[in-house]
Nanobody
Framework: VQLQASGGGLVQAGDSLRLSCAAS????????MAWFRQVPGKAREFVAG????????LYADSVKGRFTISRDSAKNTVYLQMNNLNPEDTAVYYC?????????????????WGRGTLVTVSS
């Protein structure tokens, strides 16, 4: 499975962006999906995750109330709506397919990773 993330860019603080991640095909199982982000020199961190049915979501405390994850299983695509962005959200954002039907906060719970899309938020 190949994942292609898109939608990143340069925005100002307070702006919004919507990231998309399309999978090349449906996985053999019913897998959760998630978004992680990474800043150079720092560990990759969990941002948001969603179950394969889309009925269960998980968010990092730093993005709760600002970011919303959703998915369109028919299109094998997961989205991340990011509102009220701030400079601390600047990172490369990666999407990932979980080993199980539900999302988890640890990167070891994911089997497929996209290449990432850069989000830069200026103050």
């Amino acid at each position: 499975v190949q994942l292609q993330a898109s939608g990143g860019g340069l925005v100002q603080a307070g702006d919004s962006l919507r990231l998309s991640c399309a999978a090349s095909r449906r996985t053999n199982g019913n897998n959760g999906m998630a978004w992680f982000r990474q800043v150079p020199g720092k560990a990759r961190e969990f941002v948001a995750g969603i179950s394969w049915r889309g009925d269960s979501t998980l968010y990092a405390d730093s993005v709760k109330g600002r970011f919303t994850i959703s998915r369109d299983s028919a299109k094998n695509t997961v989205y991340l709506q990011m509102n009220n962005l701030n400079p601390e959200d600047t990172a490369v954002y990666y999407c990932a397919v979980a080993l199980s039907s539900y999302a988890a906060m640890t990167s070891s719970s994911y089997r497929y990773w996209g290449r990432g899309t850069l989000v830069t938020v200026s103050s």
